[in-house]
């Protein structure tokens, strides 16, 4: 079955350091987001693209960038770790369909010390 | 602004009992909504949806209600089973933005046997 995988499951890490999330979707599908879960806060987009090479700003960019080499994979940088982004990260692509709704994977917690 | 609210954080009701998830938006130009359901540990998972240009969709147990006029959409499920107990995302977004959605914050249902 096609699928979309998040590793690492769970991370910590110190403020300052480099951290990236990855995603894996085996759908060959154009386009994935990064959203962010927080209590109170529901689901906030970071990032999104809709095809290699392209990269785009959610509401919650700030501290955050991805890049897009290849259909399958949608990396989450954070270039410098604030305790601001401890939080659950979801990465989804959209199912084909009418209403076109979002195939999330199970999420990476990120704890930063 | 937040455009998609959920303003009930939880819900408690008995087993075989009706539950009645609301949600209001503020946009009226979003063509599709859609709710989610999301377990502890696990991604959210698509449930219903609905278009614009509907005010009723069924699926099982779950029915969707869109009222345009009054800017807001409810989830109905029943009968409510213990397995129902979850937090429910409601989302929308416009035709044109290929599954970029914007959710609420959630409301977590608790079904008591």
């Known amino acids: 079955d096609a699928e979309i995988t998040q590793s690492p499951r769970h991370k910590i890490t110190e403020t300052g350091r480099q951290v990236t999330?990855?995603?894996?979707?085996?759908?060959?599908?154009n386009n994935m987001f990064w959203y962010r879960q927080d209590l109170g806060?529901?689901?906030?987009?970071?990032?999104?693209s809709y095809g290699v090479q392209d990269t785009n700003k959610g509401e919650v960019s700030d501290g955050y960038s991805v890049s897009r080499s290849n259909t399958e994979d949608l990396p989450l940088t954070l270039e410098s770790a604030a305790s601001?982004?401890?939080?659950?990260?979801?990465?989804?692509?959209?199912?084909?369909g009418e209403s076109q709704p979002q195939h999330f994977g199970d999420g990476t917690r990120l704890s930063i010390l | 602004?937040?455009?998609?609210?959920?303003?009930?954080?939880?819900?408690?009701?008995?087993?075989?009992?009706?539950?009645?998830?609301?949600?209001?938006?503020?946009?009226?130009?979003?063509?599709?909504?859609?709710?989610?359901?999301?377990?502890?540990?696990?991604?959210?998972?698509?449930l219903i949806s609905i278009s614009s240009i509907k005010d009723k969709?069924?699926?099982?147990?779950?029915?969707?209600?869109?009222?345009?006029?009054?800017?807001?959409?409810?989830?109905h499920i029943v009968p409510s089973q213990p397995g129902d107990s979850a937090v429910y995302f409601c989302a929308a977004?416009?035709?044109?933005?290929?599954?970029?959605?914007?959710?609420?914050d959630g409301t977590t249902l608790t079904v008591k046997p």
């Not at chain 2, 949600?23 to 540990?41: E, G, Q």
């Open chain 1, 84 to 96: 601001s982004q401890t939080s659950v990260y979801f990465c989804a692509s959209p199912s084909p």
């Open chain 1, 41 to 48: 806060h529901g689901l906030r987009l970071i990032h999104y």
């Open chain 2, 1 to 46: 602004d937040q455009q998609v609210k959920q303003n009930s954080p939880s819900l408690s009701v008995q087993e075989g009992r009706i539950s009645i998830l609301n949600c209001d938006y503020t946009n009226s130009m979003f063509d599709y909504f859609l709710w989610y359901k999301k377990y502890p540990a696990e991604g959210p998972t698509f």
């Open chain 2, 93 to 104: 977004r416009y035709n044109t933005n290929a599954g970029k959605s914007t959710f609420g």
């Open chain 2, 57 to 75: 969709n069924e699926d099982g147990r779950f029915t969707v209600f869109l009222n345009k006029s009054a800017k807001h959409l409810s989830l």
């Open chain 1, 21 to 29: 999330l990855a995603c894996h979707q085996t759908w060959n599908h």
